[in-house]
C-alpha cells in the first residue's frame, strides 16, 4: 500500500515541482544571459569596483594588446575602451553604480560606423568627452535630505528636478529650467500666457506662489532613492533618465503620492503637464511666435497652452 500512496505523491507534485525548476533556471540561467553585459564584467571584474581596480584592469588588457600578445577586435576594443571612461569618470561611475544611467551609449554606435574596419589603434582616444558642464548657476532652490521636511510646512504643491551635475541631458535642459525656477512657478505660467494674451496679465496676483520648486542632485543619495523607481533585483532607477521632474500634489507628503512626469522634455510640456495634471486649471490653446508656422500653419490642431483660473 505504500508504494501506490508514494507514486500518487510524487505524481500530484511532479507539475508543479516541474514548473518550480524551469522558473528556477529561467531565474539564474536564461534571464541574466538575455541583458546585456555591465561595464564591470566587459572589464573583467565584479560589480563596483574601485576607480582604481578599473584602471589596473584596463592597464592589463592595454598591455597585452600593445605586446600583441591579443589582438582586440575593433568591437571588443570599443567595448572595454567605454567601460573604461565611463567608470574613471567619479560622477558618471556615480550614476551608473546607483542608477543605472549611462546616456553615451549611442557613442558606441557611432565609432563602429566610422571605425568599422581599423585596427583599434587607429581610433581616436578618448571616446567620451569628458568636459561635463555642470548646473553651476542654473542650480536654484537645491534641496538635500535634512531640509527635505520643511518643503512641507504649507499646502502647496510642489515641482521638483531630480538632475545630475554628470548629465548631458540636464546640461542642455538647464537654461530653459533656469527660466521656470527665475519666479515662482505661477509666475512662470503666467510668462506663457503674457507672452500672447496680455489681456490675462492681471491674473498676476493670483497665481503668485501657487507651487514651489526645487532641484535635487543626484549626489543627494538618500533623497534621490527615495524619489526613483526601484527595479525587481532592487535597482533604483529613473524610467526617462534624468532630469526627472516629480511633483507632489496638495497634501502629498510622502513618495507614495507622488506624480512622475514622463512626456516630452520641454518646457511647455512641464508646464502643460503641471498645472492640468497637479493644479486643475483648464488649458487655453496658444502658440508662440517660434511655433505658430511650425504647428499652427502646418497642422490642423493645436498643441499648446496656457492656463487661466
Same mark, same amino acid.
Given at each position: 500500500?505504500?508504494?501506490?500512496?508514494?507514486?500518487?505523491?510524487? %505524481?500530484?507534485?511532479?507539475?508543479?515541482?516541474?514548473?518550480?525548476?524551469?522558473?528556477?533556471?529561467?531565474?539564474?540561467?536564461?534571464?541574466?544571459?538575455?541583458?546585456?553585459?555591465?561595464?564591470?564584467?566587459? $572589464?573583467?571584474?565584479?560589480?563596483?569596483?574601485?576607480?582604481?581596480?578599473?584602471?589596473?584592469?584596463y592597464e592589463k588588457l592595454s598591455s597585452k594588446w600593445n605586446s600583441g600578445e591579443e589582438v582586440p577586435s575593433t568591437a571588443d576594443f570599443l567595448k572595454v575602451r567605454y567601460a573604461y571612461e565611463l567608470l574613471?569618470?567619479?560622477?558618471?561611475?556615480?550614476?551608473?553604480?546607483?542608477?543605472?544611467?549611462?546616456?553615451?551609449l549611442h557613442v558606441l554606435d557611432k565609432v563602429r560606423e566610422q571605425h568599422g574596419g581599423d585596427s583599434f589603434s587607429q581610433i581616436d582616444l578618448p571616446l567620451l568627452d569628458a568636459a561635463t558642464s555642470d548646473y553651476g548657476d542654473y542650480a536654484f532652490n537645491v534641496i538635500t535630505s535634512k531640509d527635505f521636511l520643511s518643503m512641507?510646512?504649507?499646502? %502647496?504643491?510642489?515641482?521638483?528636478?531630480?538632475?545630475?551635475?554628470?548629465?548631458?541631458?540636464?546640461?542642455?535642459?538647464?537654461?530653459?529650467?533656469?527660466?521656470?525656477?527665475?519666479?515662482?512657478?505661477?509666475?512662470?505660467? $503666467?510668462?506663457?500666457?503674457?507672452?500672447?494674451?496680455?489681456?490675462?496679465?492681471?491674473?498676476?496676483?493670483?497665481l503668485e506662489g501657487i507651487a514651489n520648486t526645487g532641484m535635487v542632485e543626484l549626489g543627494e543619495v538618500q533623497l534621490a532613492t527615495y524619489l526613483a523607481e526601484r527595479k525587481p533585483t532592487g535597482q533604483f532607477f529613473f524610467r526617462n533618465g534624468v532630469p526627472l521632474f516629480v511633483a507632489f500634489p496638495t497634501g502629498c507628503k510622502t513618495a507614495d503620492c507622488v506624480i512622475r512626469f514622463d512626456g516630452e522634455l520641454s518646457v511647455d510640456a512641464v508646464t502643460d503637464w503641471f498645472a492640468t495634471t497637479i493644479l486643475n486649471l483648464p488649458r487655453i490653446f496658444y502658440y508662440t511666435k517660434e511655433s505658430l508656422g511650425k504647428d499652427f500653419l502646418a497642422k490642423a490642431a493645436p498643441h499648446k497652452a496656457i492656463f487661466t483660473l
Open positions: 500500500m505504500a508504494r501506490p500512496a508514494m507514486a500518487s505523491t510524487i %505524481k500530484a507534485y511532479a507539475v508543479p515541482l516541474t514548473l518550480f525548476l524551469l522558473a528556477l533556471y529561467y531565474q539564474l540561467v536564461v534571464l541574466p544571459r538575455s541583458f546585456p553585459p555591465s561595464h564591470y564584467e566587459v $572589464l573583467g571584474m565584479k560589480r563596483h569596483s574601485s576607480i582604481e581596480e578599473v584602471k589596473d584592469a574613471i569618470h567619479p560622477l558618471w561611475k556615480r550614476d551608473y553604480d546607483i542608477y543605472g544611467i549611462d546616456e553615451q512641507f510646512k504649507d499646502t %502647496k504643491p510642489r515641482l521638483i528636478q531630480v538632475y545630475s551635475d554628470a548629465s548631458y541631458r540636464c546640461a542642455q535642459f538647464s537654461n530653459a529650467w533656469k527660466r521656470i525656477g527665475m519666479h515662482s512657478f505661477g509666475d512662470r505660467l $503666467l510668462c506663457h500666457l503674457c507672452k500672447t494674451e496680455f489681456r490675462y496679465c492681471d491674473l498676476a496676483a493670483l
